[in-house]
């Protein structure tokens, strides 16, 4: 271990998460040992677990006694889960107040997030739940060779506001890594990022599968090499094609590896040596459900998820608005953690400025989570760009409405953001549909040549 990932690993992310309250060490270890256990154990686990989800569900949250009120007290099995009603987006947004605990610990962690569904949604979250959720994280990682206190560069999104701005780079210290803005780049941005990674010579990448491939893509086409060569890459956030990885790991030199999750619920899945993607089991219980009814494996379907730890504001059956499959066979490499066989939409747009700068799509997310905090009246949203110089905005108004005030303020934002010359219609709408895969593409660009 060179002495940089000493420091960070026992030094500063280890005394950080204690002061935190958050036994992050002491879960990964659990987790790298149960890991291993039998399908029948992993599912004792699960269930003792919910167990006292339910139990503490309908004891302290007024929506949850209504929602498992013809749920026995103690439940016999596992399937009894399938007799609670499921959860939406829109049933969080709405009955937020009485899905809350009563009886809150201190210091939880308040989380927004507009999701890939584009309905903000806030919620609270224990410093044990977040501990677990931290502890899964960190041992997806080490399926790729990563550990605690390794250096990480950071392809992701760069807060907006100096107040989570300073957040983020205390978070980035903490977590030793460097940021490389994926809101507003071109392909002009690259020889700076490339000179950043020679000084900071990541140990591996983390970020958004779209701005690494471009940025792999820039190397393949212009013949260069690139001088940094990570132990690792781990996309998130969208779906990793094969020509995606394929670039990303011919211009890197590394192995590519996926992961899967949500703002609201964490990490939900990562991907082992043998290339496929296990769900965190001891931490959810993973339904793919067809409308209500639960899907074969193999079948595709809603991943419909159970978060066991978090009794601020529990999560049971939470619709996620995302859609996949579930192995039939159990994975080659021995874990028996279930495997999402096929993982469909979620694939973001860039956004092109008039001044040729590419924004990810998450930069305008960030700006709609930033207005939810706000409370600026919108429920659900969709930007489609019509033009280089023209966006169109589709907004459902939330109960309390979405006033012409409020309106002009997030076209500002925008515009500041984006450039002055850019043209932001806004079209209040019903409902946004999906694409016929079931997904709803949020932030839709220009069509590629």
Partial sequence: MRA??????????????????????????????????????????????????LQ???????AYERRLADLPRSIASLSDLQRVPTLSKQD??????????????????????????????TLLKTRAAMAWELAATWRGYSWGGIDIGDSQARFWGVAIDSKSRAKAQLID???HRKRFSAFGFSRD???????????FSPDWF??????????????????????????????????????????IATAFGTRVFNEYGCGELGTIAHECAEGR???????????????????????????????????????IRYRTGDFAALAEEPCPCGRQLKVIDKLYGRAYDFILSPSGRKFHAEFLMYIFEEAQRHEIGIAQFQVRQTSVDTLEVLAVPSPGGFTPEAERSLVDRIRTLLGENMTINVTRVERIERERSGKMRVIVGLPQA
């Fill in 277 to 315: 993607l296990h769900t965190s089991d001891e931490n959810m219980i993973v339904e793919i459900l067809d409308g209500d009814r639960p899907c074969k494996p193999g079948e595709k379907g809603e991943l419909v998820i159970t978060e066991l730890n978090n009794f601020a504001l529990p999560l």
């Fill in 173 to 175: 210290f903490v977590c």
């Fill in 92 to 121: 969080l947004r709405s009955e937020k107040a009485d899905l809350q605990s009563k009886v809150l610990p201190a210091l939880c962690v308040s989380k927004t997030t507009g999701g890939s569904t584009g309905e903000p949604v």
């Fill in 56 to 62: 503490t569900a309908r004891r302290d949250s007024p």
């Fill in 4 to 53: 940089d990932q000493f420091v960070f690993r026992n030094l500063v992310y280890r005394p950080v998460t204690w002061m935190r309250g958050q036994n992050v060490f002491g879960h990964l270890g659990d987790l790298e040992k149960s890991q291993w256990l039998p399908a029948d154990d992993i599912a004792t686990i699960q269930f003792e677990r919910l167990q006292t989800l």
């Fill in 189 to 199: 941005s690259f020889p700076e990022y490339e000179r950043r990674l020679q000084k």
């Fill in 206 to 247: 983390y970020g958004y599968v779209s701005m690494i491939a471009e940025f792999a893509r820039w190397y393949i086409e212009s013949g260069r090499e690139s001088p940094v060569r990570p132990r690792a890459v781990v996309t998130t956030s969208e779906v990793l094609s094969p020509d995606d990885r394929a670039a």
